[in-house]
C-alpha cells in the first residue's frame, strides 16, 4: 500500500483559528501512517461547507474525531476492495454561476452607516458605483472539474465552499460511488443550495459580506479551449 485517500464532509473547524494544527483531518493521517508506514495518507474536503464538527474547540475533541475517521478508514481497507483498470480521463469547465438581486443603492446606504464589516463593504460598493463600474450580473468562472478512475469511478471537484446537497444531488444523478469534493481550484465563497437559500442563515448569504472583494473582481477571461464536463 502506497497511499490513502480518504475524505470527509465538514469543516475542519475543531479547533479555533488562532491554532495551528491539521484539526480532525490531520489527526486521522497520524492515526492511519501509524498503522501503515509505507503509505501517505491524504485526505480530500468533502462538500461539507455547511457542517461543523460539534461539540468542538478541544485537542481531546479533536483527537477524538480525527481517531473515528479513522476507524472508519480501516474498516474500508480491512474489506473488500474494488480494483480500478489504470486508465484516468479528466474534463475541466468553467460554469457561470449567476448572483441574485443586487443591493439597491438606499439599501446600501443604510448599511454604510453602520460601523461594522457590512458598513465598509456597503461603502466600497457604493464607490465601485460612483465611480461608473457595474456590478457583475453572475460569477463567470466556477471551475467544476472530473476524474474518471478506470471505467465508473468519478470524481467531481467543485471550487468554493459546497454545501453537502450539492455533493448529494450529484450523486443522485451520476451514482452512490461518485466522490465530490469542494474548495478545488478556487475559493470564492460559500455555494449554497436552493434549499438553504430559502432557510437563510450564514452559508445562504449571511458571509458573504467577508467575499465582496472576490465578487466583483470575478473573472471573466475565458481558456481557449477545454473539455466540456457536460461530455460525460
Known sequence: MKAIVFGYACHATTLSINQWSGDYPGFTQIALEEKHPDAVAMFFQGCGADQNP??????????????????????????????????????????????????????????????????????RI??????????????????????????????????????????LALKQAYGASTWVNGYTNDVMSYIPSSRLLKEGGYEAG?????????????????????RRWSDW
Open 126 to 167: 457604493l464607490n465601485t458605483l460612483y465611480q461608473g463600474v457595474r456590478l457583475p450580473a453572475s460569477y463567470a468562472e466556477f471551475p467544476v472539474q472530473v476524474w474518471r478512475l478506470g471505467d465508473g469511478q468519478l470524481w467531481i471537484s467543485l471550487g468554493g465552499e459546497a454545501v453537502g446537497d450539492c455533493a
Open 54 to 123: 460539534l461539540p468542538r474547540r478541544t485537542v481531546e475533541l479533536c483527537r477524538g474525531y480525527g481517531r473515528q475517521l479513522a476507524d472508519a478508514v480501516e474498516a474500508v481497507l480491512a474489506g473488500r476492495l474494488q480494483p480500478l483498470p489504470p486508465r484516468l480521463q479528466t474534463a475541466f469547465e468553467f460554469v457561470e454561476l449567476p448572483y441574485g438581486e443586487h443591493p439597491t443603492e438606499e439599501g446600501l446606504k443604510t448599511l454604510a452607516e453602520k460601523n461594522n464589516y457590512q458598513g465598509r463593504w456597503a461603502q
Open 206 to 226: 449571511g458571509a458573504l459580506p467577508v467575499g465582496c472583494r472576490r465578487i466583483l473582481g470575478a473573472r471573466t477571461s475565458k481558456p481557449a479551449s477545454r
